[in-house]
């Protein structure tokens, strides 16, 4: 059974740094593309970023770039998001997501980030 598992999250004021993790299981890491998306209050949820089985591309959305940074560790089945300068406009949940061709996408049960002002 697919598990990803999100933690990190929680309450910081603005311009401060909060780092999650996604710990996968139940499934070969290193052959899934990973990202992280999130959804704010009253709003669909959107691509946060992306990165590839071997961290040679990585991609974000324009209101995160220079701020966020996914990474991968695929020895630890671990995907992270470094989240710096943070603002109240990201405070949403962020869920963990696993892609690959010809597979249905797996989620995480999301980490809840909230940015005071």
């Known amino acids: 059974q697919v598990q990803l598992v999100e933690s990190g999250g929680g309450l910081v004021q603005a311009g401060g740094s909060l780092r999650l993790s996604c710990a996968a299981s139940?499934?070969?890491?290193?052959?899934?593309?990973m990202g992280w998306f999130r959804r704010a209050p009253g709003k669909e949820r959107e691509l946060v970023a992306g990165?590839?089985?071997?961290?040679?591309?990585?991609n974000y959305a324009d209101s995160v770039k220079g701020r966020f940074t996914i990474s991968r560790d695929n020895a630890k089945n671990t995907v992270y998001l470094q989240m710096n300068s943070l603002k109240p406009e990201d405070t949403a949940v962020y869920y963990c997501?696993?892609?690959?061709?010809?597979?249905?996408?797996?989620w995480g049960q999301g980490t809840q980030v909230t940015v005071s002002s």
């Open positions: 997501n696993a892609r690959r061709s010809a597979y249905i996408p797996y």
């Open positions: 990165i590839d089985t071997f961290s040679s591309s990585t």
């Open positions: 139940g499934l070969t890491f290193s052959s899934f593309d």
